[in-house]
């Protein structure tokens, strides 16, 4: 599950480190990104990789009298399910990230607590999506949807599940191969690379959006876990 993420890197950092054109994008930092607000992407357009603006969730013509847009897509279903399959030949996308939340359950602690997972190194998080086009509730903008893979081990510990986040070959696949490279590029980001730190419960709600959001918080948890 990927249901909030930050996004606060520039655009112009963002363009140079995927080698993109900048395209129709106008969007301020975000360090509470929820479902069903603009985002930023990437695509292949006209042989170049361009950056544009999505509305995050996809609202396929039989949904469209849901409400709930379609916001994640797990990768072993993904060339399966109505809803996806016939995205994955040509409207392949990535959406970057600062790093996304995820949160933890336990008897112990009796309530959720979030953790801010992010690259160690500081870089944005490529994180493979799905287009599609816009409609009159997206504002004509193009929708897109997280793609998920199981989590690896140390971050199964928080949730099973993980943005399927892509790197070097795996990137390249995901936006130029053809639609079995690129599903085969979905996998679970291997250790080492991605860092987890608890942060406070106030994420939990959209309306606190600051940079304090990750900043990291002990105590929430007893001092047992993860020993």
Known sequence: MCGRFVSSTPVSTLAAIFDAEVGDVSLRPSWNVAPTTRIAGIREHQ???RLDTFVWGLMPAWRRSTPAPLINARAESVTEKPSFRGLV??????V????YYEWLTTKEAKRKIPYFISRVDGAPLAVAGLWD????????????CVITV????SLSEIHDRMPAILTGDSLEAWLEGDAIEAVTALRPLEEGILGAVEVSTKVNSVRNNDPTNVDPVAGQLPDSLFD
Do not use: I, K, W
Request: proline letters at 14%.
């Open 96 to 99: 970057p990230m600062t790093g």
């Open 133 to 144: 086009v816009g409609d009159e509730t997206s504002g004509g903008l193009p929708r897109a």
């Open 150 to 153: 199981a989590a690896n081990p």
């Open 89 to 94: 030949p040509q409207q392949r996308c990535v």
């Open 47 to 49: 042989g170049h990789r």
